[in-house]
């Protein structure tokens, strides 16, 4: 059985990315530990039609920002890895400078000092030299930065379909198997891989 995946989901606008690439994980059979914080709590009802009970029944275990005494919080409990979709820039900033003033910070740096991977999904444009800074440091600390830029070789026929291939390029860094979107398969060949997976309710 799979190590359990640590998905947390922060207060940047794309709350969408966290809350898709849950409803994947539990199609594919994926456990997953989930971390809200307070003000994803708020844009769920701003950006989706989702409220955050719905977002908590997506996850396998569920716990609170401010429960700095969780499981994964100590490097013993063992994951595969960890992603937060989307990752603010107040968020970056406490990972960047191991500033574990709640879980999800917490949860994060446990992943990197424990050599784990660690995927963040920065959603902040334009960027300034700050942000940037703040992304490099963390890079140097072993995390992967992981803007969602959306690609077109996939062809997309809607925002869900981008929306899929940004998760699905994070779910590749976590070692998840999935069928989320077309890969790439050279150019000129006429089968750019297998149909993307369906995302069940």
């Known amino acids: 059985m799979s190590l359990p995946l640590v998905v947390a989901i922060t207060g940047a606008s ?7 690439m849950l409803r994947a994980l539990k199609t594919l059979g994926q456990e997953t530990h989930l971390i809200v914080s307070e003000a994803a709590g ?9 409220d955050l009970d719905y977002v908590k029944s997506l996850a396998s275990v569920v716990y609170k920002n401010k429960d700095v005494g969780a499981a994964v919080a100590s490097g013993s409990f063992r994951t595969r890895g960890m992603i937060v979709a989307p990752c603010s820039v107040k ?3 406490a990972i960047a400078n191991s500033f574990n003033y709640n879980l999800i910070v917490r949860a994060a740096d446990v992943t990197l000092k424990e050599r784990r991977p660690l995927v963040l999904m920065v959603r902040e444009t334009p960027l300034h030299k700050g942000h940037l800074d703040l992304m490099t440091r963390a890079a140097d600390c072993g995390a992967v930065i992981l803007p969602p830029m959306p690609a077109f070789y996939h062809k997309p026929e809607s925002i869900m379909d981008i929306i899929h291939q940004s998760i699905g390029k994070a779910l590749d860094q ?3 198997e999935h069928q989320l979107f077309k890969r790439w398969a050279g150019h000129g060949s006429k089968e750019q891989g297998k149909e993307p997976l369906r995302v069940v309710e």
Do not use: P, Q
């Open 14 to 20: 794309g709350v969408i990315y966290g809350v898709e």
């Open 91 to 93: 968020t970056l900033s």
């Open 174 to 176: 976590v070692g998840v």
């Open 42 to 50: 708020m844009n769920f009802a701003i950006e989706t039609d989702c």
